[in-house]
């Protein structure tokens, strides 16, 4: 079950919903909408309530095709607790795993997973302070499967078992939870909440709860909690998916929780807010541990309306504000001389359901906390005094335009999570839900008419004279100062009267591209593989594409390349340099433009492209809509013909990594990955996490520019895929722009070079000692060379992998109560060798590291001597089919499929069907298995590396 953590970053309002399919003259208007109107509710959900009080959501809806998500959504959470209960909602989620009416014990995760849901994917959970949601997907065409879901909603709306063995058995997991949770983090909250949140229950309830309450709880403590909260009038059932019958799947519904009694008396469901101050709050807490710098004030406000459709308006004027705000802060913090590696602002929701709040948050640059909240208050006040300018305006409601017709042409696309995601949010906050179509009509008929004096006025009304917040943490540190409260307040006092000048918009209106170039008519088709469905063609340059035309997504067209080379070409002194040369060079902008320049010129465009440089190739991934299809390609070119050389921008990034250099080393994980890394590859120096201040010193623009363009000079060996809703036309578009990239041979037998990187020989032991709080960490990692990597054990080890995890979570987490999530993965590398690895990685109880250990071992022990047993293996290879089907329906796995073809020079026909796969996959026995972690599996070579607190090192 994963946790629900409250980020105190900016919440920003982009609409969420998904839009309907364009349809010729759908974008016209007869009448202006009436602003006065509720706004409606699609009628393509159907919605009731029963008369016990419980809601329902039904959807048809096929994407997933076969699919069906089931949710069942109570407005609980840790707010409702009392003192004894401190933790316990999150303890009643976990408990619903362990046992319903008709599913004792584990037998609802067992059925499941011998049926290919898998946990924490297919079924889950989250707890947050104000609600409990659970959902479980399964498959549309088995009946007995879509009356589990059903069962299992029943369940766990009003009939969990509380069984007292599980809930003991269920402290140690939960108890190792929350210790997961404790660190910098926990203690700069527990500093700081109490006067950002003054005089508010919320800094009080947060859902992991208390360690005596998780560990001394009383069994009438967690069912009464059950009891008075989880009841029909404060539950609804959410279904959306591939559903053939939505009459019948009602009337199944109103049957079954129609049944559920109404409470006599019930408890008053009490709602908590946040209240007003007068007068700043200041909150300022550092620790050691922390490994950078973050800075917030804000503005509380009653939560925004949002019933009728003049609200909705509002609600897109928010969202042109908040573009526009991000959009002054990414410029001020594009200099080098700027006090904040990163800023940004907006208006949105907060915490709780009565309060919103105008947010500003920043990363200050070290020993410039006050320089940058200078500049924020002050930049706020610029906008208060002179607001923004058309220009500023008129290019955020293009892009916001944009947006919303890129959703409208998903509107057959949308997946049924992101659905019953907004019914849940209608459920519990009153979200609209007026459905795809309307969406995108009423942004159209408003965002026009939105002028510049409503903007202005709006703006101005969230810099109050009340209720400001200022919120500071970071790491204690020799020499990093931190400003008392008074020097706070006096910024904020002295910023409130400062006088400033209208801002100025550095956008530059001059084309993007304005080479005109040829077209490209004698290419020729190469390849026409008709079972994955692409073509390949060659240019007279020698440069080839594929494309793979799909109507998986109406509005999108994924790219990728490669050509081998990479950082292997690099000597080790010069491996950081190349490492860093594709992100440096690609921040800076393209051509004349700087990145925020570019960004103003790409809004309304929607797409993203970037160059990479990995180990062993260079290229680039991107994606775009089918309409922007010739910028992206055009960006693409200018990558080779013009990347930008821009020293301010280098200075930037290097002092920002300086800033962020000096803190990370302190957080006992860095410490620990970093000393697994050198217990693992003991003297390779190409293996790098963060670099070293004489690595960093090694950098300089001109360094920098050489390599990218070394890698990024001849295309010719550069292999393009595109996969999409390619149109015909498209490969001529195509074609013109690759075939006119510069080809000068000199890459075009280029390949990339092998490097050492041995494992370590034996079974060498570390422990890092770091950190203050009571908390452990473990790896257990091997590896084997020559790999017989043929597809056949490809997937046994894939299922050995799956298998030996939910034997760990099995043993380690259900049994012993030893972790809360243990990491098992088993793997396979096909280049620069063909490599085996496995690897243990578990958070855990210090002081049981050792049993932990053992206990993984034992897993590893009995699959080399038996295998799986044959309900595991069941469960993996159904989970496997399940998961291949669900890919299936993406773009992104087929790229997978041709980009794997041509790099590892094999067929990947058989993955165009899911019936050979599963053949496949169920061809593989327990026996397969276990040959597999017999022979590569070398219990006499693998490495261990231990976190524990600095105290444990005293002790022992």
């Known amino acids: 079950m994963k946790k629900s953590f409250l980020t105190m970053l900016l919440l920003l309002l982009a609409g969420s919903m998904a839009f309907a399919q364009l349809v010729p003259g759908a974008e016209k208007q007869s009448r202006k909408t009436d602003l006065s109107a509720p706004v409606p509710v699609d009628k393509k959900v159907r919605i009731g309530k029963l008369d016990n009080g419980f809601t329902y959501y039904i959807r048809a809806n096929r994407k997933p095709e076969n699919r069906i998500q089931f949710r069942m959504v109570s407005n609980a959470g840790s707010i409702l607790e009392d003192e004894s209960q401190r933790g316990l909602a999150h303890f009643c989620e976990h408990m619903a795993f362990n046992g319903i009416e008709g599913f004792p014990h584990n037998k609802m995760i067992d059925t499941l997973q011998k049926n290919g849901i898998e946990f924490g994917r297919g079924i889950n959970a989250w707890t947050s302070f104000d609600e409990t949601v659970y959902y479980v997907e399964m498959p549309a065409d088995r009946p007995e499967m879509v009356q589990m879901g059903l069962d299992i909603l029943n369940g766990w709306a009003g009939n969990l078992l509380f069984d007292p063995q599980e809930i003991e058995d269920e402290r140690g997991v939960i108890h190792e939870e929350w210790r997961g949770g404790q660190g910098a983090g926990e203690r700069l909250r527990d500093k700081t909440w109490p006067t950002m949140l003054k005089g508010s229950r919320y800094a009080e309830r947060l859902p992991i709860g208390l360690e005596s309450v998780i560990l001394g709880f009383k069994r009438d403590d967690i069912v009464r909690f059950y009891k008075d909260w989880y009841r029909p009038d404060m539950q609804a059932v959410v279904i959306v998916g591939d559903i053939k019958d939505v009459d019948e799947m009602e009337a199944r519904v109103k049957e079954i929780f129609g049944k559920h009694q109404a409470p006599v008396n019930p408890k008053p469901r009490p709602s908590y807010d946040i209240p007003d101050n007068k007068e700043p709050l200041v909150a300022i807490a550092i620790d050691k541990e922390a490994t950078s710098t973050s800075l917030m004030f804000f503005w509380k406000h009653p939560k925004a309306?949002?019933?009728?459709?003049?609200?909705?308006?509002?609600?897109?004027?928010?969202?042109?504000?908040?573009?526009?705000?991000?959009?002054?802060?990414?410029?001020?913090?594009?200099?080098?001389?700027?006090?904040?590696?990163?800023?940004?602002?907006?208006?949105?929701?907060?915490?709780?359901?009565?309060?919103?709040?105008?947010?500003?948050?920043?990363?200050?640059?070290?020993?410039?906390?006050?320089?940058?909240?200078?500049?924020?208050l002050t930049e706020l006040r610029r906008v208060d005094q002179h607001g923004f300018l058309q220009t500023e305006l008129d290019r955020q409601k293009e892009e916001l335009i944009s947006r919303y017709t890129k959703m409208a042409k998903e509107e057959n696309k949308t997946q049924s999570n992101s659905l019953a995601q907004e019914y849940t949010n209608n459920y519990l906050e009153g979200e609209v839900i007026p459905g795809i179509r309307w969406e995108w009509q009423r942004a159209k008929e408003f965002v026009p008419g939105v002028t510049l004096e409503e903007v202005n006025t709006m703006v101005q009304q969230w810099i109050t004279e009340e209720n400001f917040?200022?919120?500071?943490?970071?790491?204690?540190?020799?020499g990093y100062r931190f400003p008392t409260e008074s020097e706070v307040l006096k910024i904020y006092n002295e910023t409130k009267n400062i006088k400033t000048d209208p801002w100025v918009d550095n956008f530059k209106d001059e084309p993007l591209f304005a080479k005109e170039l040829p077209a490209v008519k004698d290419y020729r088709m190469t390849k026409n593989n008709t079972i994955l469905g692409y073509k390949e063609y060659t240019l007279p340059n020698g440069v080839r594409f594929i494309v793979k035309k799909t109507?998986?997504?109406?509005?999108?067209?994924?790219?990728?390349?490669?050509?081998?080379?990479?950082?292997?070409?690099?000597?080790?002194?010069?491996?950081?340099?190349?490492?860093?040369?594709?992100?440096?060079?690609?921040?800076?902008?393209?051509?004349?433009?700087?990145?925020?320049?570019?960004?103003?010129?790409?809004?309304?465009?929607?797409?993203?492209?970037?160059?990479?440089?990995?180990?062993?190739?260079?290229?680039?991934?991107?994606?775009?809509?089918?309409?922007?299809?010739?910028?992206?390609?055009?960006?693409?070119?200018?990558?080779?013909?013009?990347?930008?050389?821009?020293?301010?921008?280098?200075?930037?990034?290097?002092?920002?990594?300086?800033?962020?250099?000096?803190?990370?080393?302190?957080?006992?994980?860095?410490?620990?990955?970093?000393?697994?890394?050198?217990?693992?590859?003991?003297?390779?120096?190409?293996?790098?996490?963060?670099?070293?201040?004489?690595?960093?010193?090694?950098?300089?623009?001109?360094?920098?520019?050489?390599?990218?363009?070394?890698?990024?000079?001849?295309?010719?060996?550069?292999?393009?895929?595109?996969?999409?809703?390619?149109?015909?036309?498209?490969?001529?578009?195509?074609?013109?722009?690759?075939?006119?990239?510069?080809?000068?041979?000199?890459?075009?037998?280029?390949?990339?070079?092998?490097?050492?990187?041995?494992?370590?020989?034996?079974?060498?032991?570390?422990?890092?000692?770091?950190?203050?709080?009571?908390?452990?960490?473990?790896?257990?990692?091997?590896?084997?060379?020559?790999?017989?990597?043929?597809?056949?054990?490809?997937?046994?080890?894939?299922?050995?992998?799956?298998?030996?995890?939910?034997?760990?979570?099995?043993?380690?987490?259900?049994?012993?109560?030893?972790?809360?999530?243990?990491?098992?993965?088993?793997?396979?590398?096909?280049?620069?060798?063909?490599?085996?690895?496995?690897?243990?990685?578990?958070?855990?109880?210090?002081?049981?590291?050792?049993?932990?250990?053992?206990?993984?071992?034992?897993?590893?022990?009995?699959?080399?001597?038996?295998?799986?047993?044959?309900?595991?293996?069941?469960?993996?290879?159904?989970?496997?089919?399940?998961?291949?089907?669900?890919?299936?329906?993406?773009?992104?796995?087929?790229?997978?499929?041709?980009?794997?073809?041509?790099?590892?020079?094999?067929?990947?026909?058989?993955?165009?069907?899911?019936?050979?796969?599963?053949?496949?996959?169920?061809?593989?026995?327990?026996?397969?298995?276990?040959?597999?972690?017999?022979?590569?599996?070398?219990?006499?070579?693998?490495?261990?590396?231990?976190?524990?607190?600095?105290?444990?090192?005293?002790?022992?």
């Not at 410029?331 to 947010?359: H, I, N, Q, W």
């Not at 917040?469 to 020799?478: F, I």
């Open 305 to 376: 309306p949002q019933g009728t459709v003049g609200d909705y308006r509002q609600s897109l004027v928010r969202q042109l504000i908040n573009s526009m705000l991000d959009d002054r802060f990414n410029e001020l913090c594009e200099k080098a001389t700027s006090p904040m590696m990163g800023a940004g602002a907006g208006y949105g929701g907060f915490l709780g359901r009565s309060c919103d709040a105008f947010v500003c948050s920043a990363a200050p640059k070290e020993n410039r906390i006050e320089d940058a909240t200078r500049m924020l």
């Open 469 to 478: 917040v200022y919120y500071l943490t970071g790491p204690d540190q020799e």
């Open 551 to 956: 109507d998986l997504k109406e509005d999108e067209i994924i790219m990728s390349s490669y050509a081998w080379g990479g950082l292997s070409l690099y000597e080790d002194k010069d491996v950081y340099a190349a490492q860093s040369a594709a992100g440096l060079v690609d921040d800076a902008g393209i051509a004349q433009f700087s990145s925020t320049q570019l960004q103003k010129k790409l809004k309304g465009v929607n797409l993203s492209i970037s160059p990479s440089i990995s180990q062993l190739s260079q290229g680039f991934s991107g994606n775009c809509s089918p309409k922007d299809l010739e910028t992206m390609l055009q960006l693409l070119y200018l990558y080779y013909d013009e990347p930008r050389k821009d020293q301010e921008s280098f200075d930037k990034n290097i002092d920002a990594l300086r800033n962020q250099l000096k803190f990370v080393a302190q957080n006992p994980q860095f410490a620990f990955l970093k000393k697994f890394y050198e217990t693992a590859y003991p003297g390779n120096k190409r293996q790098i996490l963060l670099p070293t201040e004489e690595q960093l010193n090694s950098l300089n623009l001109d360094k920098i520019y050489s390599i990218f363009r070394e890698r990024f000079h001849d295309a010719s060996n550069q292999l393009f895929v595109f996969v999409g809703n390619v149109a015909d036309g498209d490969v001529d578009l195509i074609a013109k722009y690759l075939g006119s990239l510069p080809c000068d041979g000199t890459q075009a037998k280029e390949t990339w070079v092998k490097r050492e990187n041995k494992f370590a020989k034996g079974m060498p032991r570390e422990t890092v000692y770091k950190g203050e709080d009571n908390q452990g960490m473990l790896i257990i990692y091997g590896e084997s060379e020559k790999f017989d990597a043929t597809p056949k054990n490809r997937m046994i080890v894939s299922q050995l992998s799956d298998a030996m995890e939910i034997t760990a979570l099995e043993v380690i987490r259900e049994k012993m109560g030893g972790t809360y999530s243990p990491s098992v993965k088993v793997d396979y590398e096909l280049l620069p060798d063909k490599t085996f690895s496995w690897m243990f990685y578990i958070g855990c109880d210090p002081d049981k590291a050792a049993d932990v250990e053992a206990a993984a071992l034992e897993i590893v022990k009995g699959y080399i001597k038996n295998g799986p047993d044959a309900t595991t293996l069941g469960k993996v290879q159904e989970q496997m089919i399940i998961n291949r089907e669900n890919a299936m329906q993406n773009n992104g796995y087929w790229m997978n499929q041709i980009l794997g073809s041509y790099q590892y020079n094999e067929s990947r026909d058989g993955n165009a069907s899911l019936e050979d796969y599963s053949q496949r996959v169920k061809a593989v026995t327990a026996k397969h298995v276990q040959s597999i972690a017999k022979k590569y599996i070398n219990l006499k070579n693998y490495v261990v590396v231990t976190l524990k607190p600095e105290a444990g090192q005293k002790s022992e």
